[in-house]
């Protein structure tokens, strides 16, 4: 179970998995609360926990889409402060690190305290969510001195105690800033299966290896149901496309890790495994690369 905020409060909830800590943040928020959700987390994925048509629902891309938001922080701000102007409810806001790489951190952390600012005197209540590794323990304190760590039962969070030492270590060895980041699998390349020799069975092994891998592979598991094998294959034939092209962008990010670029590998690293937005990535690291 997640800790709402107090209305009039912005909390953070920091978590091993966005997507998972989404998935019991929506199980215990009741139907008639006045929800608003601003995410990276594709439409195909939410509407797997929860009824789009129930909330005011905003997807951070730069992809034309009904739902899509610009992912800016200009536009956030904006967004939320326009929500809450009248009524009360709760607003869910993810992808602060995909902000981060887009306008730095600075910018991050200003929009965290112009909100705090902004809700205080409102009944909304605001969730950050932010997923361990996407970033340092010194941005991550700067954070939650803003906005103080919600507590989630049987998940294992960041205590103050813990930031406030991680922080006073890193000022004080500069070459400590990238410490206690997630170890990201690496990805590899695997046969891709023949028509002939595709069955739900394989078809499963190989959602139970890409998983391995940490890829977020659940667009094709609607495939295990599918009567027509055709169908079922066709699917399986552009998730294995996504995952070579993911594949390969990991490979290109080895690469921009050995010039100094820590910080942004991690976070592309952790995006890449979710197979959106894989264009973007690759025209971003085309960029640092050249």
């Known amino acids: ?59 951070l891309s730069i992809e034309d889409s009904v739902h899509s938001i610009d992912p800016s922080l200009e536009h956030v701000n904006h967004l939320v ?23 730095g951190f600075d910018a991050v952390h200003s929009f965290v305290r112009n909100i705090v600012d ?25 954070i939650i001195r803003e906005s103080p760590i919600i507590n989630v039962k049987a998940e294992k969070i960041y205590s103050d105690e813990e930031i406030i030492e991680n922080e006073n270590e890193e000022i004080s060895n500069k070459e400590d800033l990238d410490v206690k980041r997630i170890k990201v699998t690496g990805l590899k390349l695997l046969t ?18 890409w998983r391995d891998m940490n890829l977020d592979v659940s667009i094709l598991e609607p495939a295990l ?15 294995e496309e996504l995952v070579r092209i993911a594949v390969e962008l990991d490979t290109r990010l080895d690469i921009l890790k050995d010039r100094g670029e820590t910080a942004k590998v991690f976070a592309y690293k952790y995006r890449i ?3 959106t937005g894989l264009d973007e990535i690759s025209r971003i690291v085309d960029t640092l690369l050249s």
């Open 225 to 239: 149901k599918f009567q027509n094998p055709d169908d079922a294959y066709k699917l399986y034939s552009e998730v």
């Open 1 to 59: 179970m997640i800790e709402i905020p107090k209305t009039g409060r912005v909390g953070t909830l920091i978590s091993s998995s966005v997507k998972n800590i989404f998935e019991s943040f929506t199980g215990q928020i009741s139907e008639s609360e006045n929800l608003m959700i601003i995410t990276r987390l594709s439409p195909r994925r939410l509407i797997r926990h929860i009824d789009l048509n129930s909330v005011d629902f905003r997807w």
């Open 273 to 275: 495994r979710q197979l």
């Open 192 to 209: 891709k299966i023949s028509r002939e020799g595709f069955t739900q069975k394989t078809l499963r092994e190989r959602i139970i290896q």
């Open 118 to 142: 902004s809700v205080g005197s409102t009944k909304w209540k605001i969730i950050i969510a932010i997923e361990i590794g996407t970033f340092n323990d010194i941005e991550i304190a700067q």
């Open 81 to 103: 402060n326009s929500k809450i102007l009248e009524n009360e409810g709760v607003i869910w806001i993810d992808g602060l690190e995909y902000l981060a790489d887009r306008q």
